[in-house]
C-alpha cells in the first residue's frame, strides 16, 4: 500500500516506520526542515530503540522516504496519517493548531479516495470537525478514522509491532477493511483489532492514559501514607498487584509521573468534562496528587539542608521523564533541577540520553552537565536520582561515598534494596519506605 505520515515525532516516525517495514510503500512529512533534513541524511532526531535499525533497512531499500511536501506524499496514497503534535494550551485544552493546518494540507493534495487516520490524541468528537474541514478543502472522497495510539516511549517499535490491542473508530466499511488489511502484519498472534464508532474510540484514548495515571498517583499517594506510618510502598505494591483485579502494572511509586501525554491528557480530560459541565473530579485529583507529590520530592531535599540550598552542590541522576528515552517533556527531573537551582543550589546533572534536550531547555546557566555519572558526584553535598535508567540500578555504594561531600542519596524512583543500603555508609532516602539509617 502507499501511505503518508503527517509528523516525525516519536508517533509518526514509529508508525510509519514499522508500517513500511511490513512492505508498504511510506512517505513521512514534518515541516520542520530540520528533522527532515537529518533524517535524510541517515540521522535520527530521537532517541528510541530499535527505531535506527529499522529505518535504514527501509531506506535502503526504497520504501521509507522523508520530505516537507504534503504534496509530493499525498497524492495517491490510499492511507494518510495525522501524527503531528496536539499539546496543552494554556488554559489545559487541546492546541488543534498542528493537526488542522496538516488537515488542511492534505485535503487540497488528495487525488482520490483516501483514507484519513487520525492518531494524534483528540478531544473527543474531533472527527466530525476534521470531516467538516476536508470536505471544504476538497471534492475527492474520503473517510476518517480514528485510530488512537497506545506505544510508550522507550518501547515504541515492539509495542507498535505487538501491540495488545488496536483500535478503530470508523463507520466506512471499505476504510475498516483497508485498516485490517494495514494492520494484518501485526495480527498474526490473534485478531486484536476493535472497531468500535469514532466519538467511543476518541474517549478510549483519554480514558486509558487518565486511569493509568490515576493508578500512579494512588500509589504516589499511598507512599505517603507508608512515610507517615512506616510501611513500605514496594511490599504494598506486590501485595497489590498479586490480585489479578488490579495487575501488577503501573503500580510504582515515584516523584511523580511525567511525558508528553499523561499530563497533557489528563488536563484534556479534566477540560472536555468541564465544557459539559461535567465535572471529572478523580482526574482532577490524579492531576493535583501528581502536583503534590513532585512538590513533596523538592521538599524532602530542601528540608534535609534546613530550607537552605543556595550554595548547595547537588548532583542529579537522569532527566528524562522515564528511562529509555531522550524525552524531556513534563519531565518530573526538569521542574525539579529547575526548583533546585531557582532556591541557589549548583546541580550537576548526568543522563544516558536527554543531556542534549535538557541543555538546549535549560541551557548551561542552570545546571552543568557530565558524560559520566560518577564525575557528577565530586564534592557534591547529596545525590538525587530521578530516572531509573539501567546503569544507576547497581552503582558502587563506595565511589559514591568517596566522592561526595555529603552522604545522603534521594531516590525518587526506588532503585535500591532497603538491605543493600544499610550495609553502606551513605543516608538513603527514597519514596514510601523506611529511610535507612
Ligand atoms: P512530537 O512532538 O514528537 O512530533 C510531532 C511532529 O509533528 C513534529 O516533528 C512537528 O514538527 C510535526 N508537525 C507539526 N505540524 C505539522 C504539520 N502540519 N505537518 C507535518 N508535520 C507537522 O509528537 P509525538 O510525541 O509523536 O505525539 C504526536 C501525537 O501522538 C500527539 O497527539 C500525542 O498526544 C500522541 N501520542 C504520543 C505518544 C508518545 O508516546 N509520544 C503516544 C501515543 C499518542
Ligand atoms: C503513556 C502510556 O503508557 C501509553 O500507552 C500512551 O500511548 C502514551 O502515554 C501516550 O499517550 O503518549 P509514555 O508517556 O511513553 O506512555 O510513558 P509511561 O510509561 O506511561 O510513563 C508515564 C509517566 O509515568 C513516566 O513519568 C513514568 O516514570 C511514570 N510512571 C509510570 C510511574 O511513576 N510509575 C509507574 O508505575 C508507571
Known sequence: ????????????????????????????????????????????????????????????????????????????????????????????????????????????????????????????????????????????????????????????????????????????????????????????????????????????????NAMLAARVSFMNEMSQLCDHYGADVTQVRVGMGTDPRIGPHFLYASLGYGGSCFPKDVSALVSMGRAANIPMRMVEATEMANAGQRERFFERVRHHFDGKLADKRIAVWGLAFKARTDDIRESAAITLVERLAGAGAHVVAHDPKAMDNARKRLGERTLTLVDDEYAALDEADALVICTEWQAYRTPDFAQIKERMKGDIIFDGRNLYDLEWMAETELTYVSIGRPSVP
Open 1 to 208: 500500500m502507499k501511505l503518508a505520515v503527517l509528523g516525525a515525532g516519536y508517533v509518526g516516525l514509529v508508525a510509519g516506520t514499522c508500517f513500511s517495514d511490513t512492505g508498504n510503500h511510506v512517505t513521512v512529512v514534518d515541516t520542520n526542515p530540520e528533522r527532515v533534513a537529518s533524517l535524510n541524511r541517515g540521522e535520527v532526531p530521537i532517541y528510541e530503540p530499535g527505531l535506527a535499525e529499522i529505518i535504514k533497512r527501509n531506506t535502503e531499500r526504497g520504501r521509507l522516504r522523508f520530505t516537507t511536501s504534503v504534496s509530493e506524499a499525498v497524492p495517491g496514497a490510499q492511507v494518510v496519517i495525522l501524527a503531528v503534535g496536539t499539546p496543552s494550551a494554556p488554559d489545559g485544552t487541546v492546541n488543534l493548531d498542528y493537526i488542522l493546518q496538516a488537515a488542511r494540507d492534505v485535503a487540497g493534495a488528495m487525488t482520490g479516495y483516501t483514507v484519513l487516520v487520525t492518531k494524534s490524541t483528540v478531544p473527543v468528537g474531533f472527527h466530525k470537525q476534521l470531516a467538516e474541514l476536508v470536505s471544504a478543502h476538497t471534492e475527492h472522497p474520503f473517510a476518517v478514522v480514528s485510530n488512537p495510539e497506545f506505544l510508550k516511549e522507550g518501547t515504541a517499535v515492539s509495542d507498535f509491532m505487538g501491540p495488545d490491542r488496536v483500535i478503530l473508530g470508523a463507520t466506512d466499511e471499505r476504510a475498516i477493511e483497508t485498516m485490517r488489511h494495514l494492520y494484518s502484519a501485526f495480527m498474526r498472534r490473534s485478531d486484536r483489532l476493535i472497531v468500535m464508532d469514532p466519538t467511543s474510540a476518541e474517549l478510549t484514548k483519554y480514558a486509558c
